[in-house]
């Protein structure tokens, strides 16, 4: 059984940082494709950002050049390292994997961007 566990949200002023992290249970970690998602109130979920299992990365264009993604698939986990918060960043996050035609969803985290 697949699982995905999100941690690191909470609430952080404009301008600051956080770092999420996606644990992943089961097999063939490295050969998913890993994204993050997000969804604000009111709006749909969107892309924030994937990797491959060859390590390449696409970002939304929203978050290109603040947010990187990143996986370490000996323990399986990838990560999402968001700098230079804006209050429009705040929203649930979701982790996201893909296999195949298999797509497995986190719980989420909360992001809230607040002074």
């Known amino acids: 059984q697949v699982q995905l566990v999100e941690s690191g949200g909470g609430l952080v002023q404009p301008g600051g940082s956080l770092r999420l992290s996606c644990a992943a249970s089961g097999s063939f970690f490295s050969i998913s494709t890993m994204g993050w998602y997000r969804q604000a109130p009111g709006k749909e979920r969107e892309l924030v950002a994937d990797?491959?299992?060859?390590?390449?990365?696409h970002y939304a264009d929203s978050v290109k050049g603040r947010f990187t993604i990143s996986r370490d698939n000996a323990k399986n986990t990838v990560y999402l390292q968001m700098n230079s918060l804006k209050p429009e960043d705040t929203a649930v996050y979701y982790c996201?994997?893909?296999?195949?035609?298999?797509?497995?969803w986190g719980q989420g985290t909360q992001v809230t961007v607040s002074s």
């Open positions: 990797i491959t299992s060859g390590g390449s990365t």
């Open positions: 996201n994997r893909r296999v195949g035609t298999y797509s497995y």
